[in-house]
């Protein structure tokens, strides 16, 4: 399940981030897995979504993306040394596809996202949250000013059918926000950046929503990067159980991580 700020899935593809909640990250230090103005998060140690399910066959309506998707891990020896400079986040626009497009089809990202990235299929599934017509954010993730990855982010209840699909693991509390990630590059992968960008989402979401109290992410169990990078980052995982995976060849059963706003965030 990805979260509801992700992009819905299709028969053939899939997000790194399940919308309704997100839900991706691979490995403890990479990703496979947002506004209206461009925002700068300080990072200490450095330098909408919708989710969508990509096992069903799409409505004719846009489907939103799921919480959780994520990254694969390298070997850390074969790993160059930690990536500095400042995260900054910003939104995501048209110029941005072929980019995305791109990450998408890295095989790290591929394996948890499993999303088409033709242009017909990237505009039905980021246009809508382009173009101001869906409750959630896309958010090209920069690192020194060079583009990194992607951010979703949205309200759980935003999108009340990820609220229902995640009822018998976990209730969702009022304002809480999911979020879906990934690293696009493979040479950023391994490195320490996911916990880093997971560390500075968080202070952005208590920045972008004052209301909301927790942040909730179910990601994939087999995703063991993604579930660490959050781990490692200060969330603390609360529930276990079967969502519906972004992609058809993993079990169902997911991990949920959550931090509330009064939880200190880690900045590995």
Known sequence: MSPPCGTPPHAATGTTLKGAPARHVGGADEFGAPAASSERMSDPGAPQPHRGDRNRDPPADIRLPLPGRGATVRPMADCPGPVDGAITFRPLTPADLPMLAGWLAEPHVRRWWNHETSPEALDRDFGP????????????????????????????????????????????????????????????????????????????????????????????????????????????????????????????????????????VCHP
């Open 129 to 264: 949250v382009m173009r101001g017509e869906e409750p959630a954010e896309d958010l090209v993730v920069s690192v020194g000013g060079t583009p990194a990855g992607l951010l979703q982010r949205c309200r759980w209840h935003d999108h009340p059918e990820y609220v229902e699909e995640i009822a018998p693991i976990l209730e969702i509390p009022a304002g809480a926000v999911t979020l879906d990630y990934l690293i696009g590059p493979p040479e950023l992968t391994g490195r320490g950046l996911g916990p880093r960008i997971l560390a500075a989402a968080v202070t952005g979401v208590w920045q972008r929503y004052p209301a909301a109290r927790a942040i909730i992410v179910p990601v994939c169990a087999a995703n063991r990067a993604s579930w660490r990078a959050l781990e490692t980052a200060g969330f603390r995982r609360v529930a276990s159980g079967d969502l519906v995976p972004d992609n058809p060849v993993d079990p169902p059963l997911h991990h949920v991580h959550r931090i509330d706003r009064e939880e200190p």
